[in-house]
């Protein structure tokens, strides 16, 4: 029989760095692809003691339903954390626990887009949050960004001339793909317009916690004074993501929405896995936990800084992030991203061609580099590859163009 499925599933493909996980299960393979974090940094012999606790605490109530708005200690504990650490004033009634911050990536979708609405993004942005909403059938409008951030004028623009603008979603802290993170500036001016607008506005904030260095900048959520930005944060670059645990914060009106929205998805998140991160956080000391991640991602991206500035030819360019899980290179014009990862797949080495990162597409001499999930040496190892990749690609792209002279 042939199914015959909705129109909303025409636009959806599957997602290329899930496609490229599959080979770097393969453990010769250096794969810089996914943003796994780094696994032996996962708490395990707490996370015994933890599960214990749990079951002694809570008994068969761990393995029962639970309400859709989530465990109250874990959304006391993250509306405490918004509040205190990030200077976004956040009461318990304005948490709702997600299945990772995916799901409320898709809830939004759910809640806010019908056929035709309009998406403004950041260029590039999370092709996780592209997939996610293509289901609901939106147009993506990208608003070019520079070092600070998304650029305000252009954005006013956007917002001034295009009719049926539903969201504006951005990622202002080290920025999956690029690694950037918006100036304190461009954040005020960013929320002058927005309000200006009055329209929503998604800041997806999952790694702004694992900076290693500069000063912590306060997320839009603190600047939110109308209550139109939906923050969305996540165990899973602090703690796990296996446990998908994340949260949408927004004011009371929104979260109710996103309550039904929620229902009719998964009822709620898991219970245990609540309990767990919950009991968790009373009985060790995650910001200790934080500080070994950040110790050990900033060996490695040092590692891939100093690879990449010998490797790569002078006219590259890449970012140098303060924080995060990936750093984002332009090479050379005349190099296309995803024939050199055919070139590198053959090497042992995989990265994400930067193209799927841009709605409009193009892009294509541009790749995302992930430094979290692999050891020093292996990441010198992988760029030496990469490097040699791209050489090879050069010289050929020079000898083909002297053969046409
Ligand atoms: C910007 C961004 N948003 C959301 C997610 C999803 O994270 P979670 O594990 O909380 O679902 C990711 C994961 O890589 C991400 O990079």
Same mark, same amino acid.
């Given at each position: $029989?042939?199914?015959?499925f909705a129109?909303?599933?025409?636009g959806?493909?599957a997602?290329?760095i899930?496609?490229?996980?599959?080979?770097?299960?393969?453990?010769e393979?250096?794969?810089?692809?996914?943003? /796994?974090p780094?696994?032996?940094?996962?708490?395990?012999?707490?996370?015994?003691a933890?599960?214990?606790?749990? /079951?002694?605490?809570?008994?068969?109530?761990?393995?029962?339903?639970s309400?859709?708005?989530g465990?109250?200690?874990?959304?006391?504990?993250?509306?405490?954390? $918004?509040?205190?650490?990030?200077?976004?004033t956040?009461?318990?009634?304005?948490?709702?626990?997600?299945?990772?911050?995916?799901?409320?990536?898709?809830?939004?979708?759910k809640?806010?887009?019908?056929?035709?609405?309009?998406?403004?993004?950041?260029?590039?942005?999370?092709?996780?949050?592209?997939?996610?909403?293509?289901?609901?059938? #939106?147009?993506?409008?990208?608003? #070019?960004?520079?070092?600070?951030?998304? *650029?305000?004028?252009?954005?006013?623009?956007?917002?001034?001339?295009?009719r049926?603008?539903? /969201?504006?979603?951005?990622v202002?802290?080290?920025?999956?793909?690029?690694?950037?993170?918006?100036?304190?500036?461009?954040?005020?001016?960013?929320?002058e317009?927005?309000?200006?607008?009055?329209?929503?506005?998604?800041?997806?904030?999952p790694?702004?916690?694992?900076?290693f260095?500069?000063?912590p900048?306060?997320p839009l !959520?603190?600047?939110?004074?109308?209550?139109?930005?939906?923050? /969305?944060g996540?165990?899973?670059?602090?703690?796990?993501?296996?446990?998908? *645990? +994340?949260?949408?914060?927004?004011?009371?009106?929104l979260?109710?929405?996103?309550v039904?929205? !929620?229902q009719?998805?998964?009822?709620?998140t898991?219970?245990?896995?609540?309990?767990?991160?919950?009991?968790?956080?009373?009985?060790?000391?995650?910001?200790?936990?934080?500080?070994? *991640?950040?110790?050990?991602?900033r060996?490695?991206?040092?590692a891939m800084?100093?690879a990449?500035?010998q490797?790569?030819?002078?006219?590259?360019?890449?970012?140098? #992030?303060?924080? +995060?899980?990936?750093?984002?290179?332009e090479?050379?014009p005349?190099?296309?991203?995803?024939?050199?990862?055919?070139r590198?797949?053959?090497?042992?080495?995989?990265?994400? #061609?930067?193209g799927?990162?841009?709605?409009?597409?193009?892009?294509?001499?541009?790749?995302?580099?992930n430094?979290?999930?692999?050891?020093?040496?292996?990441?010198?190892?992988?760029?030496?590859r990469?490097?040699?990749?791209?050489?090879?690609?050069?010289?050929?792209?020079?000898?083909?163009?002297?053969?046409?002279?």
């Open positions: $029989m042939e199914s015959r129109r909303r599933m025409d959806l493909r997602s290329e899930r496609e490229l996980l599959k080979v770097t299960e393969r453990p393979v250096i794969s810089l692809a996914g943003g /796994l780094a696994a032996e940094l996962f708490p395990v012999e707490e996370l015994k933890v599960a214990l606790r749990v /079951l002694e605490e809570h008994g068969r109530s761990a393995m029962q339903y309400t859709t708005e465990h109250l200690p874990l959304r006391a504990w993250i509306a405490r954390r $918004m509040t205190e650490r990030l200077g976004a956040t009461n318990v009634d304005d948490v709702l626990i997600t299945s990772g911050s995916q799901q409320a990536i898709d809830l939004t979708g809640l806010f887009l019908d056929e035709g609405d309009v998406v403004l993004c950041e260029s590039p942005t999370y092709l996780g949050a592209l997939n996610a909403f293509r289901a609901y059938q #939106p147009r993506f409008m990208e608003v #070019p960004t520079d070092d600070e951030g998304m *650029i305000v004028s252009e954005l006013e623009r956007r917002l001034a001339d295009v049926r603008v539903k /969201l504006v979603y951005v202002p802290d080290f920025q999956n793909p690029t690694g950037r993170t918006w100036s304190l500036e461009r954040r005020r001016r960013f929320m317009v927005v309000r200006r607008h009055g329209v929503t506005v998604v800041e997806d904030c790694y702004s916690e694992v900076r260095e500069g000063m900048i306060p !959520k603190s600047m939110d004074a109308a209550g139109q930005v939906v923050f /969305l996540t165990f899973s670059k602090v703690f796990c993501p296996g446990f998908r *645990i +994340g949260w949408a914060a927004a004011s009371r009106p979260v109710e929405k996103y039904l929205a !929620k009719g998805s998964d009822l709620h898991s219970t245990i896995s609540q309990m767990e991160i919950a009991t968790y956080l009373s009985m060790f000391d995650i910001d200790a936990n934080l500080r070994r *991640i950040r110790e050990v991602y060996a490695r991206r040092d800084i100093r990449l500035e490797e790569l030819p002078a006219s590259a360019r890449f970012t140098r #992030p303060q924080g +995060g899980l990936f750093l984002w290179v090479l050379p005349n190099v296309n991203a995803r024939e050199l990862l055919q590198c797949l053959e090497r042992g080495v995989v990265f994400v #061609p930067g799927s990162f841009f709605p409009d597409g193009g892009h294509e001499n541009t790749i995302r580099l430094y979290s999930n692999m050891p020093e040496e292996r990441i010198a190892e992988g760029m030496r990469l490097g040699a990749a791209v050489r090879e690609m050069l010289a050929q792209s020079s000898a083909g163009a002297r053969r046409a002279v």
